[in-house]
């Protein structure tokens, strides 16, 4: 199977670009984007909520980028590089459709804004709903039971 944009020459910062055309085009109030080590922030503001994606890229010495696929032989680091660089166009272009596909369905009627954009929707404590609610869905199926609805309240 392949990737979608697996040989895109589109370069980063025009990704960035578009995300960012298209999140104004639906109706954001804001957009913002950071880097740290080899994660990538994109933040946004919309529909009063702040959404928060992260975006994991590759390490630029994984062992897809040393070797060959074929042969497994190691590359040049210049060959290295140019592999790692097209991995990472790659990975902004996926993020590119992912948000252009999520706001269009949602224009379209199809889903709305909640059922989207609810896991990277950021919390007041800077978690995103995502980060907060996968481990207690993960200890609600392990002890085959509900979380409380209001943890500390009891069992009222």
């Given at each position: 199977?392949t990737?979608?944009?697996?040989?895109?020459?589109?370069?980063e910062s025009?990704?960035?670009?578009?995300?960012?055309?298209?999140?104004?085009?639906?109706?954001?109030?804001?957009?913002?984007?950071?880097?740290?080590?080899?994660?990538?922030?994109?933040?946004?503001?919309?529909?009063?909520?702040?959404?928060?994606?992260?975006?994991?890229?590759?390490?630029?010495?994984?062992?897809?980028?040393?070797?060959?696929?074929?042969?497994?032989?190691?590359?040049?680091?210049?060959?290295?590089?140019?592999?790692?660089?097209?991995?990472?166009?790659?990975?902004?272009?996926?993020?590119?459709?992912?948000?252009?596909?999520?706001?269009?369905?949602?224009?379209?009627?199809?889903?709305?804004?909640?059922?989207?954009?609810?896991a990277?929707?950021?919390?007041?404590?800077?978690?995103?709903?995502?980060?907060?609610?996968?481990p207690?869905?993960?200890?609600?199926?392990?002890?085959?039971?509900?979380?409380?609805?209001?943890?500390?309240?009891?069992?009222?």
């Amino acid at each position: 199977m392949t990737r979608y944009a697996e040989n895109t020459n589109v370069d980063e910062s025009r990704s960035r670009g578009e995300i960012e055309r298209t999140l104004r085009r639906y109706g954001a109030q804001g957009f913002g984007y950071a880097w740290e080590g080899a994660n990538a922030m994109l933040t946004f503001k919309a529909n009063g909520r702040m959404c928060r994606f992260l975006l994991p890229m590759p390490a630029q010495d994984a062992p897809e980028f040393v070797y060959t696929p074929e042969r497994r032989t190691r590359r040049s680091p210049a060959a290295a590089q140019t592999a790692w660089e097209q991995a990472c166009r790659q990975r902004w272009r996926a993020m590119a459709l992912l948000i252009k596909a999520k706001l269009e369905a949602i224009e379209s009627g199809i889903v709305t804004f909640d059922d989207e954009f609810l896991a990277p929707t950021l919390l007041p404590n800077g978690q995103t709903v995502g980060q907060w609610a996968v481990p207690q869905i993960a200890a609600a199926y392990e002890r085959n039971e509900m979380p409380a609805l209001m943890p500390g309240m009891g069992d009222r």
